[in-house]
């Protein structure tokens, strides 16, 4: 047995603000920072050993990373960062609040943005540029349903984390919402239509038993310490 472990970022300041975000990169909060301290003093309690701890592009995933591996002093392992574990791209709805966005088009229409498969929230006129994606060659998208987000990461779940895991090596990964309710879908075989379901809180590890098909043999989400 192999095992994948998932973990949330703490609460960033926007969780906490109730802004959409996506790939807006934003700080965590004290709570954020204490959340992934508590994580890996969860791991450090289990004795959990990873061979690769993998990140998005995003501050409030990597620092989580951080603190997660200085409890359970894998500090040493190679952090690996894409683009392609970002959180979904929020399109014209980042940096807005959740609420007053509710407020405008109605709740039903807020949940199929952020919990639907299909739905692409507005898009922006044009992408964004930042160095961080320009070096890559990537062009940031204008807006992302959960399914694109998908599409986008699979290549790196196919070329970068399913073959450690064939080979034996256990693998963390610290993302975001979407990012991570996209990989658990594919994980899970989850139907498009009960994707809806699943959520995925800040900072409460998901710890999944896998056979050398890569097929799920234990799931357990971690309670989080008090």
């Known amino acids: 047995m192999v095992q994948l472990v998932l973990v949330r970022h703490g609460q960033s300041q926007a969780n906490?603000?109730?802004?959409?975000?996506?790939?807006?990169?934003?700080?965590?909060?004290e709570l954020g920072r204490q959340q992934g301290i508590a994580v890996g003093k969860m791991f450090a309690d289990r004795q959990l050993q990873f061979t690769d701890v993998h990140t998005s592009y995003m501050q409030r995933a990597i620092i989580t990373a951080d603190l997660i591996l200085d409890q359970i002093d894998q500090l040493y392992l190679p952090i690996h960062k894409t683009w392609r574990l970002n959180e979904r791209h929020y399109g014209a709805l980042s940096g807005l609040n959740k609420?007053?966005?509710?407020?405008?088009?109605?709740?039903?229409?807020?949940?199929a943005w952020r919990r639907g498969y299909t739905a692409v929230p507005p898009q922006l006129a044009q992408p964004r540029h930042e160095r961080r994606y320009?070096?890559?060659?990537i062009t940031e998208p204008t807006a992302e349903s959960l399914a694109m987000t998908l599409t986008r990461l699979l290549p790196y779940w196919q070329d970068e984390i399913a073959p450690r895991l064939l080979a034996g090596k256990n693998q963390l990964i610290v993302a975001h919402g979407s990012s991570l309710r996209a990989l658990i879908k594919y994980l899970e075989q989850i139907d498009d239509d009960q994707i809806d379901q699943v959520e995925v809180p800040n900072g409460r590890p998901i710890i999944y038993e896998l056979d050398d098909q890569l097929q799920i043999k234990h799931k357990e989400i971690m309670e989080v310490n008090d």
């Open 134 to 137: 320009d070096r890559l060659g």
């Open 99 to 111: 609420l007053a966005v509710a407020k405008q088009v109605g709740q039903a229409q807020v949940q």
């Open 16 to 29: 906490l603000d109730h802004i959409f975000t996506g790939w807006t990169d934003v700080k965590l909060t």
